[in-house]
T-cell receptor, first 111, second 112 residues
Framework: DAKTTQPTSMDCAEGRAANLPCNHSTISGNEYVYWYRQIHSQGPQYIIHGLKNNETNEMASLIITEDRKSSTLILPHATLRDTAVYYCIVRVAEGYSTLTFGKGTMLLVSP | DAGVIQSPRHEVTEMGQEVTLRCKPISGHNSLFWYRQTMMRGLELLIYFNNNVPIDDSGMPEDRFSAKMPNASFSTLKIQPSEPRDSAVYFC??????????FGEGSRLTVL
């Protein structure tokens, strides 16, 4: 699986949009971009994933650049409960594949 | 659905003792994963089962670790003998083959 690069930490004010970047310049054509988050002392939680089109669900939006070398996870109105470590992972979506977690981005949402 | 269920949530044991961690995956999921998380190494994949068969156990640290999946609704991770460096949070996750992983709440192991 391709490696990803994320900032170590980010801050966001409550109610504002949180934009978390991820670089995956070596991504292959059959690899998806997945985002997970881990709130302190809990198991990782799936957020969203995409191949090349932008995706949106009830939790977040995922913007993938046209060349697919980077992406941004957007939490449109961050709350204190969104404080967590956010992991960007690229993963082959066919056959047997696993999730390889990096260090992620620690997002701190403040009042 | 109850989600992935792990037990025990916390385990404190002494070096040399056997430790067994248990996992019940989400019903209908055919893939199961065991991960370990420490401050130093982050989240590491230990072993991955598909349809109860181990597919990738390259992350199992050494022979002291073993994992089994006797049926689709139960898996165990055993450490024998345990060592202080095995102290970590152990997560179990399940999924459909190409779907997102659903994680349990983890088992926090402390080996004294």
């Amino acid at each position: 699986d391709a490696k990803t690069t994320q900032p170590t930490s980010m801050d966001c004010a409550e109610g504002r949009a949180a934009n978390l970047p991820c670089n995956h310049s070596t991504i292959s054509g059959n690899e998806y971009v997945y985002w997970y988050r881990q709130i302190h002392s809990q198991g990782p939680q799936y957020i969203i994933h995409g191949l090349k089109n932008n995706e949106t669900n009830e939790m977040a939006s995922l913007i993938i650049t046209e060349d697919r070398k980077s992406s941004t996870l957007i939490l449109p109105h961050a709350t204190l409960r969104d404080t967590a470590v956010y992991y960007c992972i690229v993963r082959v979506a066919e056959g047997y594949s696993t999730l390889t977690f990096g260090k992620g981005t620690m997002l701190l949402v403040s009042p | 659905d109850a989600g992935v269920i792990q037990s025990p949530r916390h385990e404190v044991t002494e070096m040399g003792q056997e430790v067994t961690l248990r996992c019940k995956p989400i019903s209908g999921h055919n893939s199961l994963f065991w991960y370990r998380q420490t401050m130093m190494r982050g989240l590491e994949l230990l072993i991955y089962f598909n349809n109860n068969v181990p597919i990738d156990d390259s992350g199992m640290p050494e022979d002291r670790f073993s994992a089994k999946m006797p049926n689709a609704s139960f898996s165990t991770l055993k450490i024998q003998p345990s060592e202080p460096r095995d102290s970590a949070v152990y997560f179990c996750a399940s999924s459909l083959v190409t779907g997102e992983l659903f994680f349990g709440e983890g088992s926090r192991l402390t080996v004294l």
